[in-house]
């Protein structure tokens, strides 16, 4: 015995039926000839009921073949009659067998015959429960009783019985079951009970907490009074097993699965509207204006209409959700637009049951002419259409630009930003403008001595040099500025000489025309014929008759053989140069599933909406999007995406976001839900990470968990020798340690180039907006923050009390509180006096041993958001209010003096924080080298310094304090300019910067 439960929730927009513009509406539900009923919501036009209606199921197997119909009725103010509002009829098949899984659907209300006049739609939650018992419950099949009211009290009272005896069986099972943590699958098929994948209980996760902080697994006791003044455990990363291809190895994984097999596979019904001819007029004038309708029980998809076109071609993709399917018919029925009611055509039907099955990488399924079929299924005379119906999954080719039955409710011009993208950043490149001198300028007075500057601007970039330090009409200024420019270059450099804001001579240089530098050696300065400024056409006509000769000498280069920072370097997903010749082979690919989303907050709640969520990934230079999942607090994607890598000091940046944008409201900004930062080199290569992880999102009022995004991440090597000869090279290109840019260069073409990426995606269709460029990027990283910088100190006291710990153990060895351990202490101590050269050795075979202690202890989880590291827990409303605060301070300060000097005092502070920040890192990258945190750094570290053990061990300290002073005393000539492989290996360990919000 089963039982099916139907929660109808609220509907929106209904038609007025009591002839004042509103309604009484109730819904009616009839499953197996059963009937029950809500209340009434009187004058109401978007009424909410939230009620649960429950039916008996005889077999369970028999609920696949049967059909749900929900009706909306409008009672009139006797209750004698009620008004047809409009009904949806849901399939046996798309309901789901467990709560868990159950998800609020909104469906659009559909006609009951051609003169029905229905509008709006309803929100349902339909799932179903094995059950031993059974409650007779079931009212009156009578479709018209005789006294409403007296049906309204009687399902009324059955509605209760029925919710009293559900919620009583649920309360049992709970306090039968331990109390743990269970995640579904959430792809099973709608006639299979879902088996949990992971059940993780209130002990295993602290345990899991602590595995995010690096600490060994301990027992439950001691987890908890190390976590008691940590992070709290819904801030924790939790791991997780879904069904995916990846994870069931060879004889469990499905074939067909091999493109996405990070996700789980989701079916759609496709139907390809490609073109028609030979279509008949309709009206008496003799056109037709054909459009087509394909609908699938209450989903409805429509193509564009075409006038007075008898061979249209439409070529149109529609996505229809298996789970969600409500018929097993599909209809493609072509209709003729008019200005009051469309008129019929043809039709052409398919059973879902014969749809072939297609399985990527197969060519497309090729389409077909069918002939057209009247309302009584005899062939038309004339008229033929070409369609192409199967079956796929989100793997499919069809199914970024398909129109999907998940959007009904989104209108045709705000469909595009509902569905997924892949964008691309402009390759960005440093422009050099070396300004040298002038000659024959001509003065706008000649009675005094010419004092010009010089201006150069490229697209909304602009900067002016210092005061010439030759004066006069042949001036000299010998200064270098740098822009940020980006491909295709159809932009003009615009060069002008000024006077006290006054244009002397101008010159425009083409973007193109500049040489691409991709060695080091600097190209030959160039002269350019300066052009005449505005003011200048109007003087006399003796100065027209001379000639103008001044000119001005630049040196310009587009310099490819430098990385253009466009975000912190904290967190850089990019490090190659800008030339491509200069660019190396990749050594891995990375694999991202975004799968789903769980337990979202309500971001549109005062709209009478939930969440209308998406998510956006960045690696490099590409940017994917996935589809907005309209009116879900539990979105499934089960999108896979794949980035080449080509260092491994590298973080990929997930996020989520709220649509804001679906309406047509093109001033809003898309909302923030929460990110997710990995850093690749803390990932090991060919594993399959599952976790869900915390969506944290620190708001002018406090910190906020939104709820949890689940990922599935890959990373897979494909150059092992490339890959580790990588720890020993520079971060950077060459070039950045040869011809070294300024710190406060620095940070300006960094602000410039974030300007240049939002701009350009912003520009896309769908745009890829500036909100967004902006939280993945970390605009405002480098901005002062109390919160920071507490988070930044609370790091360095970290690493003070491990060097406390140590002087405390050196203490209990001196006050011999373990015997044993001082005894030990006192033998090594004797052996390396008497014995010093074994000094050195014993060191580096400690390191060896120490690293091998931890391998077992190491942190299996990837790093995540700590709320707690990143003081974001406890932070009160004055720096709440000071972190949000914008640059410069739009705050009414009485004395605009007073203004500047705290604008002055955050940006001390902001450079205070950042030397605080880069000490934190340099002792937390310290500890990385023993911790595990990056597997292949520990690895070779260790085995270095095993090596170094046997070689000191071996070699007499005369001969190596020899060769290491000939070394740090070595000539210049024998010197590089580029950093030594270990420095570079210390600034590729991973720190906990990436943990921080």
């Not at 009156?140 to 009783?145: G, M, R």
């Not at 029925?333 to 469309?342: A, P």
């Not at 003081?871 to 914008?886: K, R, S």
């Amino acid at each position: 015995m089963a039982r099916l439960v139907v929660e109808v929730l609220n509907a929106k927009d209904l038609m007025p039926k009591d002839g004042q513009g509103s309604a009484s509406p109730f819904v009616q539900v009839e499953f197996a000839g059963k009937r029950k009923r809500t209340c009434t919501k009187p004058k109401n036009l978007n009424p909410s009921w939230n009620e649960k209606l429950v039916f008996n199921v005889k077999n369970s197997s028999d609920l696949g073949s049967q059909t749900i119909e929900v009706c909306v009725y409008n009672e009139d103010r006797h209750g004698h009659r009620k008004n047809f509002l409009g009904r949806v009829r849901i399939s046996g098949t798309s309901v789901p067998y467990s709560e868990q899984e159950a998800a609020v659907q909104r469906y659009p209300l559909d006609k009951r015959g051609i003169f029905s006049h229905v509008r709006g739609d309803i929100a349902l939650k339909v799932h179903a429960f094995e059950s031993s018992e059974e409650v007779d419950t079931d009212p009156d099949p009578d479709p018209e009783p005789v006294n409403d009211a007296e049906e309204d009290r009687y399902n009324s009272d059955s509605n209760e019985l029925d919710a009293e005896y559900y919620y009583r069986r649920q309360s049992q099972k709970k306090k039968q079951e331990r109390e743990a943590r269970t995640f579904y699958s959430l792809g099973a098929e709608g006639g299979e009970a879902p088996q949990p994948v992971f059940v993780e209980a209130q002990s295993d996760i602290l345990q899991a907490a602590a595995r995010a902080e690096g600490a060994p697994s301990r027992s439950p006791t001691t987890v908890l009074k190390m976590q008691s003044g940590g992070q709290k455990p819904e801030y924790s990363i939790v791991e997780t097993k879904p069904p995916v291809a990846a994870r069931l190895g060879y004889w469990g994984r499905d074939k067909t699965a091999s493109t996405y097999d990070l996700v789980e596979p989701m079916n759609y019904l496709y139907v390809r509207v490609v073109k028609a001819k030979d279509l008949p007029w309709m009206d008496a004038s003799g056109s037709l204006d054909p459009y087509v309708e394909v609908r699938v029980g209450n989903y409805k998809g429509v193509t564009p209409h075409f006038e007075r076109n008898q061979n249209p071609e439409w070529n149109k993709v529609f996505a229809f959700s298996k789970e969600r399917l409500q018929s097993s018919m599909v209809e493609v029925i072509l209709k003729d637009k008019d200005l009051s009611k469309d008129d019929f055509v043809g039709k052409v039907t398919f059973d879902v049951r014969e749809v072939p099955q297609r399985v990527p990488p197969d060519s497309p399924l090729a389409p077909q002419w069918y002939k057209l079929l009247d309302k009584k299924g005899e062939l038309l005379k004339r008229g033929d259409i070409m369609l192409a119906v199967w079956m796929g999954t989100q793997a499919d080719e069809a199914f970024p630009d398909a129109w999907h039955s998940d959007a009904h409710s989104v209108s045709q011009q705000s469909m595009s930003s509902t569905r997924s993208k892949v964008y691309f950043s402009p390759r960005l490149y440093y422009l050099r403008v070396h300004i040298f001198a002038a000659q024959d300028l001509v003065p706008p007075d000649p009675s005094r001595t010419l004092d010009p500057i010089v201006r150069v601007e490229l697209d909304t970039q602009g900067r002016t040099t210092r005061a010439a330090s030759t004066k006069g009409i042949h001036p000299e200024w010998n200064e270098e500025l740098m822009f940020i420019a980006w491909e295709p270059f159809n932009e003009n450099i615009v060069v002008s000489v000024e006077e006290k804001n006054l244009v002397i001579a101008r010159v425009l240089i083409p973007l193109r025309s500049v040489r691409k530098r991709v060695e080091s050696k600097l190209p030959d300065p160039q002269w350019f014929a300066l052009q005449k400024p505005a003011w200048a056409e109007d003087e006399k006509e003796v100065q027209r008759d001379k000639p103008f000769l001044s000119r001005v000498l630049l040196r310009l280069s587009l310099d490819g053989n430098y990385h253009v920072i466009d975000e912190s370097i904290q967190f850089g997903s990019d490090f190659l140069p800008a030339a491509n010749q200069l660019r190396k082979p990749s050594i891995g690919i990375l694999e991202v599933g975004i799968l789903n989303g769980r337990n979202l907050q309500a971001m549109k709640g005062k709209e009478g909406k939930l969440t209308d969520a998406y998510c956006v990934a960045k690696y490099g230079n590409k940017w994917v999007r996935t589809r907005t999942l309209l009116d879900n607090l539990h979105p499934t994607w089960n999108e896979q995406y794949t980035w080449e890598v080509y260092d491994p000091y590298t973080v990929v940046t997930i996020a989520a976001f709220d649509n804001r944008h679906i309406n047509g409201k093109d001033d809003a900004k898309d909302q923030r839900i929460g990110k997710v930062r990995i850093r690749l080199s803390t990932l090991e290569t060919d594993q399959v990470y599952t976790h869900s992880y915390p969506l944290l999102v620190l708001t002018p009022s406090g910190l906020k968990k939104n709820g949890e995004l689940h990922l599935a991440i890959r990373f897979t090597c494909t150059a092992w020798s490339k890959m580790l000869t990588q720890y020993g090279k520079p971060l950077l290109p060459k070039m950045h340690y040869v011809q070294p840019i300024s710190i406060k260069h620095t940070d300006l073409m960094r602000h410039w180039a974030t300007g240049v990426v939002m701009t350009k995606l912003s520009k896309a269709e769908p745009p890829l907006r500036t909100e967004v460029v902006e939280y993945m990027l970390d605009v405002d990283y480098h901005m002062f923050s109390m919160r920071k910088s507490k988070a930044n100190f609370h790091r360095i006291m970290l690493l003070v009390s491990g060097i406390q710990y140590v002087g405390d153990w050196f203490n209990d060895v001196c006050q011999w509180k373990n015997p044993v351990t001082t005894i030990l202490i006192h033998m090594l101590f004797l052996i390396l006096v008497c014995y010093p050269e074994l000094i050195l050795p014993t060191f580096f075979l400690y390191l060896f041993v120490i690293g091998l202690w931890n391998y077992p202890l190491r942190a299996r989880d990837p790093p995540h958001m700590d709320a707690h590291l990143s003081q974001a827990e406890n932070v009160n409303e004055d720096e709440l209010q000071e972190e949000f605060e914008t640059y410069p301070t739009n705050k009414s300060l009485h004395i605009d003096i007073l203004r500047r000097r705290y604008d002055r005092l955050r940006t001390v502070a902001a450079r205070v924080q950042s030397v605080t920040t880069d000490m934190a890192t340099q002792g937390e990258r310290v500890l990385a080298l023993l911790n595990w945190r990056d597997p292949r750094a520990t690895s070779i570290f260790i085995s270095l310094s095993l090596v170094c053990a046997v070689f000191l061990y071996v070699t007499p300290f005369q001969v190596v304090a020899l060769l290491l002073g000939l070394y740090v005393l070595r000539h210049p000539r024998f010197r590089s300019k580029y950093p030594p492989a270990p420095v570079n290996f210390f600034k590729r360990l991973p720190s906990r910067a990436d943990s921080l919000l």
